[in-house]
DNA sequence: TACCGACGGTGAACACTGTTTACCAAGCAA
DNA sequence: TTGCTTGGTAAACAGTGTTCACCGTCGGTA
């Protein structure tokens, strides 16, 4: 009875609540870009839509419940822009298609640093509440668009170059675990996206290679938004540059 | 007049303000620790110490002002658990002593995520309030302690032992400002310190790596305390001990 | 047509927060 | 003794997340 008039009500006032629904994320997203972490608050939500506080309960379980959403939009519009740019370049371009991702991704940041701060440089949230391993599952960067993009692009180098990553020898063995695991689940999402991998290119150096890869290009984008880098930076993009380069040098991706 | 007041009052009175002083940021950090960021609060820093709220206001001049200092207070025991450990190590092992270093880093942070998050994943408070260029001299990482303990054992390494730097026509031109300007100021930090570093050994090339350590070093740090592997990780440890094996060899660190 | 229940909103309240203000007691200086 | 500084208090203000009782306005159904 309650799945009928659910579908039953999927009729216009379906669409006014989902309306709704985005406008609270988007107000939210717009506090948060306009004034900052510490001004995004129910109430000013609220305010700003001619609404009242309680009304968002009826949106989202808690303020926290919210601010999870509107992070998954923030990643869904940071995958979009990637995805924008990356139609800029050729199909078969495939280290372009790699400086591009990383170039958009460090434009987006310093572009929208609140958000970036918001997304990834908060606690994982997902640890406190349940019980840790149980939904460790649920870390996989597979799920969110933005991590998607970077993957995709991933496996279409793997599959159009040869890279110079290390052997499976020279991977440290305690390892092997997590990635294989790894692997096996990036194997699954890439064939959902109709990238099919031979399983031999997918070899654990690969996969070794991708996070060191990730490693530095988070480091430096995040010193760079939070102005940590250890001394005043005039302009910092030759150094992202310069440590692009660097990257693309040492894993065999030069043009 | 005002001076011969303050002094004069330099007696019990004065240690006994002081001690309050410690207490307040004590109370903080173990609120901090124990119940997160967002139980640190005025009002409960406040009921822990059987004091009143407006009471801190003597102390400090508003609760982001007690936040800033508390953070310089984490600065210095993280940089005093460094001493620490580098205390065990003999002198001339300069590679080890970075070992200890990065290691202490990490475990430093790993045992202290809150703390960690508030000092290193912060935007750069300073560049709101001020004129951005005009108090950007305040990013010096030489001035906290923390920092110093880095740029100290990395003189050390530079005056005993030859590392595999690139040259300087390899150093992005762009970045030469910064770079050089940062290599003064580690000069005179470092001769502070009782190390005076022949000038030919200090090389932009030298000052570019320190950077590119730094990078490296916080990406990995940072990424596995906010969780964000793009898998989830059994066990970091041995990924740390690998990026850090990784480092060493490249920047001419062997044992 | 009449009813009934859910949806989405309101207003009031509660327990918090940072911050300001006026006040006050103790201690020291002149 | 007088006067000023120091460090504390209580009360208040504006703002926060959250809950609760209430209440129109609809859609679906008897």
Not at 27 to 49: C, H, Q, S
Not at 57 to 82: N, P, W
Not at 154 to 175: K, M, S, W, Y
């Amino acid at each position: 009875m309650t799945e009928a008039t659910q579908t039953a009500r999927s009729g216009r006032g379906e669409r006014s609540r989902a309306e709704t629904d985005r406008q609270i994320r988007t107000v939210a997203r717009d506090l948060l870009v306009t004034r900052g972490r510490a001004a995004v608050t129910l109430r000013a939500i609220a305010r700003e839509m001619g609404i009242t506080a309680p009304a968002l309960y009826r949106y989202y379980d808690s303020f926290e419940d919210l601010i999870r959403q509107v992070c998954e939009d923030i990643c869904v519009d940071l995958a979009e822009e990637l995805a924008g740019d990356l139609a800029a370049i050729p199909e078969d371009d495939t280290p372009g298609r790699v400086f591009a991702v990383c170039r958009g991704f460090r434009a987006w940041a310093v572009r929208h640093p609140r958000e970036f701060t918001l997304v990834f440089a908060s606690p994982d949230t997902r640890s406190e509440p349940a019980g840790g391993a149980a939904c460790a599952g649920l870390n996989d960067q597979a799920t969110d668009p933005f991590g998607r993009i970077f993957l995709t692009v991933a496996g279409q180098v793997l599959i159009t170059r040869e890279l110079a990553v290390p052997p499976d020898e020279q991977v440290p063995e305690t390892l092997y675990g997590d990635l294989d695991e790894f692997r096996r689940s990036l194997i699954g999402t890439l064939s959902a996206t109709g990238l099919n991998i031979p399983e031999e290119v997918f070899s654990l150096g690969v996969v070794y290679a991708m996070l060191r890869f990730w490693v530095r290009l988070y480091g430096q984008v995040a010193l760079e938004v939070f102005g940590r880098f250890p001394f005043p930076v005039a302009d910092p993009e030759p150094m992202f540059e310069s440590m692009l380069n660097e990257l693309a040098a040492e894993f065999g991706l030069t043009a």
